[in-house]
């Protein structure tokens, strides 16, 4: 009899424990093409254009919370980016994804270059907008006081240079953007970095990753980055483009995003 309630509550205790493993493994549905509706709203944050709007996306409860910065890709702020708002909001984030195309959305490579190229040539126009999501946030009574940026692509490297340029926030988590070497100007940052990319990315190579790393230890910047083999360009905020080969390794990145965003966004 002791032996049949001892083998009872191991079976219980493997199912508990497989079922939390389940739990974790399960991606956002923004990322993988199974997002519903929208949950938030169009928000003015940045005063000095009345052309750009961020989308908001809150928690369900009083707060206070931790926020995110969402920075969108090269096309602009397009429903995926939104709908990642959204699945950020019910990890417990107040998230803003913003806006740095006064509204524009581009359709195809060429005037996704073209915004590109206006936006990156105004450096002091996309750090100002940045500077007012971070203050906004901020000052929100639900907010406490911890800002992180998210970005992917043209996002995650202006997510770099506004962590050496902008206003005063919590941690940089960038998903395959550009990168600076340069120890002279990553050691007046002081917060920490996460960093996910692709061994097949033809446009980040693998060796200038590994030398960001290193500069980051070099400088003193503790840091999550990792290289993943197998997928390609965007392959975690579009896991539904290749679900076969993305979904193992964007569960992976999630896992460390989220527990980047846990140390280092807690009060």
Known sequence: MKIFYLTLLLLAFVETSLSNENVNDVLPSSIIGEAGPLQGMMVDYYSSDDLTEGYLSMPKGSGPYPSVILIHEWN???????????????????????DLYSGRIGQNRDENMQLVQETLGQPNIIID???????????????????????????????????????????????????????????????????????????????????????????GIKNDIHIYDEVNHGFWLHVDRDPKINTSPAIDAWKRLKSFLKINLST
């Not at 926030?169 to 692709?198: R, S």
């Open 129 to 219: 907008n940045l500077n007012a999501a971070v203050q906004m946030l901020k000052a929100r009574s639900d907010s406490n006081g911890k800002v992180a940026t998210i970005g992917w692509c043209y996002g995650g490297g202006v997510a770099v240079s506004f962590a050496l340029g902008g206003d005063d926030h919590d941690g940089t988590a960038i998903f395959y953007g550009k990168l600076v070497n340069d120890p002279e100007q990553l050691k007046h940052v002081e917060h920490n970095f996460y960093g996910t990319f692709a061994r097949n990315d033809r446009g980040i190579p693998v060796a200038e990753v590994e030398r960001f790393a290193e500069t980051l230890d070099a400088v």
């Open 76 to 98: 602009g702020l397009t429903l995926r980016v939104k709908e990642t708002a959204d699945s950020f909001a019910k990890e417990g984030y107040i998230a803003l994804a913003v």
